[in-house]
Structure formats: C-alpha cells, structure tokens
C-alpha cells in the first residue's frame, strides 16, 4: 500500500471515529435531558400531568418523570436531592422548605379547590357550604371518615379543618375516622367500598371513575381553596439537581403558554385547576 493510500485510510478512520463518538455524545445528551419532578398525587391522578407535560416537551424538549407522593413526602424527596423540581400545595410546608434553603423562591401556579364527599343519602346530614360544620356533625356522629392520613397538602389541610372544628385528633380521634395512609384515589375508593366521607381536590373527584352512591356535599367555603406552588429545588444543596432544565420547566408552567395549557384541562367540560401565576 502507497504512503498517500494508507495517509488517506486512516484519514476515513479517524473520521469516521469522530462521528461515531458525535453521535454516541448527542445521543447521551438527549436521553439526559430530563427532570425528576416530585409532585402531589392530585396533580397526577387527575390527569393534570397527562395533559400538561408533552405540551412542556414539545415546547422544550425536556422530558419530566414525575414521582407523586403526599405532599410532605414530595418535599422531604427534595429535601434529600432526589428531585429537580417540586409542584405541590401546602403553601405554609412550602414557605418553610424555602426558608430552611432548599429552594430560592416559590412561585404560585394554579388553585382549584376541595370538597367534601360522602353518600348521595347524606346519613350525617352534612350537606351544605361549611366545611367546619360538616366535620363537627361528622364527628360527633361518629359517622366513618377516610383520612388520606399520609402528610399530603389535602391531609394537612384536613387538619386544619379538624382542628376549626375543635376537634383535637391528637387527643382522640373521632369514632368513625379512619387512615388509610394513602393516595386520593386510593381514599375515595375505600370511601366508595364503605359508604364513607372524605375530604377530597376536586380534580381528582373528576377524574375518578369509581364514584358507586359518593357524591360532592359540601363545596362553596372559601376556607376550602387549594392552591399549588411550584420550585426549584436549590443546587447549593445538591450539586447534582438540574437547575437550568428545571427553571426552564418553572418558567414555562408560569408562562402564558404553560398558564393556558392548566386552564385548557376539562373533563366533561368542567375545567379542573385554574391558573394564577403571580398570584
């Protein structure tokens, strides 16, 4: 073989190396453009995420892999590093995981709002727009009860409501309350199997197939609103997180675009979450 013919073979060698190398680097390049995004079980069992992020990855080209937990877990999954972004709805845990540095900033995304559900028959005769009253009936009824009792933004919230009632669930839980530790739909299944109330996001409620005799009796109370925040989980503490593909998701759900696409989620023509960014 001639000097040039061997010069010019492994020319086509090296070349040909190089592109090899090019297209096994992009190609890693595009299976590493993700995000893992902890987020509530509303916003998954509702279908929200369903609808809403091959609109985010067809914007950006960003995947997101969504774990959802109750919303303390999610935050106590960020906590630890094990996700990017964090889209959730108990907004005093949320202010307090910015505090604590683990992200920089919160913003506000989307509300809807919770209801509470129980047989069409209403046994406890709670039907109405107070929330505080129907838990005060419930309770000392002794009617059953289905807590999602894990730590979610809608447990924290029940809570709350408990504790307007005057009910101490740390003293003595009324005799009809039951924790299933749990998802949403999980808990409104045990409640339709058993004929129980529960609290409920009504996006969810929508969603969920499994309704049997269950039916919204209480809704309307202004201390029943639900709103979610969304953050970025702060790379100071982990030095792994994605910051820049995780802000580019922050940005858009906050977006015009990302605010439209929430707000374009209906099912039978009820729209589910209702977006408020900067609100």
Same mark, same amino acid.
């Given at each position: 073989? =001639?000097?040039? !013919?061997?010069?010019?073979?492994?020319?086509?060698?090296?070349?040909?190396?190089?592109?090899?190398? #090019?297209?096994?680097? $992009?190609?890693?390049?595009?299976?590493?453009?993700?995000?893992?995004? %902890?987020?509530?079980? =509303?916003? @998954?069992?509702?279908?929200?995420?369903? +609808? /809403?992020?091959?609109?985010?990855?067809?914007? =950006?080209?960003?995947? *997101?892999?969504?774990?959802?937990?109750?919303?303390?877990?999610?935050?106590?999954?960020?906590? !630890?590093?094990?996700?990017?972004?964090?889209?959730? +709805?108990?907004?005093? %845990?949320?202010?307090?995981?910015?505090?604590?540095?683990?992200?920089?900033? !919160? /913003?506000? *995304?989307?509300?809807?709002?919770?209801?509470?559900?129980?047989?069409?028959?209403?046994?406890?005769?709670?039907?109405?727009?107070?929330?505080?009253?129907?838990?005060?009936?419930?309770?000392?009824?002794?009617?059953?009860?289905?807590?999602?009792?894990?730590? $979610?933004?809608?447990?924290?919230? @029940?809570?709350?409501?408990?504790?307007?009632?005057?009910?101490?669930?740390?003293?003595?839980?009324?005799?009809?309350?039951?924790?299933?530790?749990?998802?949403?739909?999980?808990? &409104?299944?045990?409640? #339709?199997?058993?004929?129980?109330?529960? &609290?409920?996001?009504?996006?969810?409620?929508?969603?969920?197939?499994?309704?049997?005799?269950?039916?919204?009796? *209480? @809704?309307?109370?202004?201390?029943?609103?639900?709103?979610?925040?969304?953050?970025?989980?702060?790379?100071?503490? +982990?030095? +792994?997180?994605?910051?820049?593909? %995780?802000?580019?998701?922050?940005?858009?759900?906050?977006?015009? %675009?990302?605010?439209?696409?929430?707000?374009?989620?209906?099912?039978?023509?009820?729209?589910?979450?209702?977006?408020?960014?900067?609100?």
């Amino acid at each position: 073989m =001639s000097l040039n !013919r061997r010069t010019t073979s492994i020319t086509g060698l090296i070349s040909s190396l190089f592109l090899t190398l #090019s297209l096994l680097g $992009s190609t890693a390049f595009a299976q590493n453009k993700f995000i893992v995004m %902890a987020s509530t079980t =509303s916003t @998954e069992q509702s279908g929200l995420f369903a +609808h /809403l992020l091959p609109a985010f990855k067809q914007a =950006s080209g960003i995947d *997101v892999r969504v774990v959802a937990l109750g919303t303390g877990q999610a935050l106590d999954s960020a906590r !630890r590093g094990d996700a990017d972004v964090v889209f959730v +709805h108990d907004q005093a %845990a949320e202010e307090k995981f910015v505090a604590e540095g683990f992200s920089l900033k !919160r /913003l506000a *995304v989307m509300y809807n709002d919770f209801v509470i559900i129980g047989p069409k028959s209403d046994p406890a005769g709670v039907r109405g727009n107070d929330a505080v009253a129907a838990l005060k009936k419930l309770a000392s009824t002794g009617t059953s009860f289905v807590s999602r009792g894990d730590k $979610s933004g809608t447990h924290a919230a @029940e809570l709350r409501y408990w504790k307007d009632a005057g009910v101490d669930m740390a003293a003595a839980k009324p005799a009809g309350y039951k924790e299933c530790g749990c998802g949403m739909g999980p808990a &409104l299944n045990m409640a #339709s199997s058993s004929g129980a109330y529960v &609290l409920a996001d009504r996006g969810t409620w929508l969603n969920f197939k499994n309704r049997g005799d269950l039916g919204v009796l *209480v @809704e309307g109370d202004k201390r029943l609103f639900n709103q979610y925040g969304v953050m970025v989980v702060n790379p100071a503490k +982990h030095p +792994h997180v994605k910051k820049d593909l %995780a802000q580019a998701f922050v940005d858009w759900v906050v977006s015009p %675009a990302g605010q439209a696409a929430i707000a374009s989620y209906k099912i039978g023509g009820e729209q589910l979450f209702f977006p408020n960014a900067g609100g």
